[in-house]
């Protein structure tokens, strides 16, 4: 919880009026980083969260209950606004926990948004990767759309998505992470689109352009 509110995680992303304190605890492990779950605001590569991570939402409720879970990075930079977006990575709704049912299983709730691995923008900063467990309307027990989640994409805001659902924010964890190399070539191999490229070079370089490739030489004649 002070990481979220150390990283304006809260109340950038996630409302504080909306809660008094997460009732569940979710946590994210990612293959090839550790073994256990992150902390909170880990910074992690781009190409070490290619896949899914593994995710557990901790509840004591004895009754299962639905959630819809999320992944949302609200760093995406915007020539329109000359600020920042916020974009849906992955989601999947209806999905069931209880005190003896705490792992997602990706088999068994298809995802409505698939996963897009993060690819922070050069020139950008430092991307908050962040994935939210939330608890469905009437406690738990209403049943959600993926045509809900799929038609609120556009110009995406988690806290407004969580107040027309009738859903409350049970549990969080995320992650950040900046720009390298790997990005680029996922833009190109993966998104068909050329890299994109914003503010300065990270290091001046009076060889390099805005746009991050290197100028022409000049050539005496």
Not at 6 to 29: C, H, R
Not at 165 to 176: E, K, P, Q
Not at 179 to 204: C, H, I, M, Q
């Amino acid at each position: 919880m002070q990481r979220a509110y150390q990283m304006y995680v809260i109340p950038d992303v996630i409302d504080p009026k909306g809660f008094e304190s997460f009732n569940s605890q979710l946590n994210l492990t990612f293959k090839g980083v550790q073994d256990t779950p992150i902390e909170p605001g880990t910074i992690i590569e781009p190409q070490m969260a290619k896949e899914l991570p593994k995710i557990s939402l901790l509840t004591f409720s004895e009754k299962p209950k639905l959630y819809t879970l999320m992944m949302v990075d609200p760093d995406v930079p915007s020539e329109e606004t000359m600020s920042y977006s916020e974009k849906c990575h992955w989601a999947a709704v209806n999905v069931e926990f209880d005190i003896f049912n705490q792992t997602f299983d990706a088999a068994k709730a298809k995802a409505c948004v698939e996963y897009v691995q993060p690819h922070p923008q050069f020139g950008s900063k430092v991307h908050r990767y962040i994935f939210v467990a939330l608890l469905q309307g009437n406690d738990g027990a209403q049943t959600v759309q993926p045509d809900n989640v799929l038609a609120s994409l556009d110009n995406f805001s988690l806290r407004q998505f969580t107040s027309e659902n009738n859903m409350t924010v049970a549990g969080m964890s995320f992650f950040r992470s900046e720009w390298n190399k790997s990005v680029d070539t996922f833009y190109t191999e993966v998104l068909g689109a050329k890299p994109p490229r914003y503010g300065l070079p990270l290091t001046f370089d009076y060889n390099v352009g805005k746009d991050g490739n290197r100028l022409p030489k000049y050539e005496n004649i």
